[in-house]
């Protein structure tokens, strides 16, 4: 079953609680992003927790061990379900997060980000390598990921459809650059309509602009759920 999260990109709880209002009861999850933290810290994750939102934190960590050890285990304290660190800080801080979560008794999953969905893999910042094979590195960042003790990755849906064919242990997967089939990419490059993420494995759809930009978002998930349920496969009797 693809879960479903909306990304709570606003910049205060008011906004954040507003927006939970409008999208009415369901089970998917909010996804805190850096906006969100940056504007209201810790308080915009007890404030959605409290209102019954089981929380995903995307802070997207990227520091030395010792550092993220510290940050996941105060994620772990706050209740967020989830929390992201960026694979490329490599083994020890992947598995630095997710030790700092069992230190703090916390039941945090650690998420791995392999490649951000706004990256093109032929424009490239300074220092990765040229040619950047994405069908190589992100299944590398994937076996690194979870040899750390990660729960899973993150990854765009054209990565995951690969990944999902050569490596056959299953493994969770979150996706981010979901868009309605025909929408506005905005900022990302590599993007996929929810269909494409179910039929790729993805293990939890994130939609962000493609609801809460909706002049009704409430009814823009409503679609996103129905899209979803229709790609699932029918069980077998």
Known sequence: M???????????????????????????????????????????????????????????????????????????????????????????????????????????????????????????????????HVVVVVPQLLALATRAGAHGIVCSVSDLAMMRLFHKQPFYAVTPGIRPAGGATHDQQRVATVTEAVAAGSSLIVLGRAVTAAPDPAAALAAARAERDAALPVPQP
């Open 2 to 132: 693809s879960e479903i999260a909306v990304a709570f990109d606003v910049d205060s709880i008011e906004r954040a609680l507003a927006l939970d209002a409008k999208l009415g009861p369901g089970p998917e999850i909010a996804k805190v992003g850096l906006q969100l933290f940056s504007a209201a810290g810790p308080d915009a994750v007890r404030a959605l927790r409290d209102r019954g939102r089981r929380v995903f934190l995307d802070l997207k960590l990227h520091d030395i061990p010792n550092t993220v050890a510290g940050a996941a285990g105060a994620a772990a304290a706050l209740g967020a379900e989830l929390l992201t660190v960026h694979a490329m800080g490599g083994y020890e801080m992947i598995n630095a997060a997710v030790e700092g979560v069992k230190r703090a008794g916390g039941e945090t999953r650690i998420l791995a980000v392999t490649l951000l969905t706004s990256l093109d893999a032929y424009n490239l910042p300074p220092g990765f390598v040229s040619p950047f």
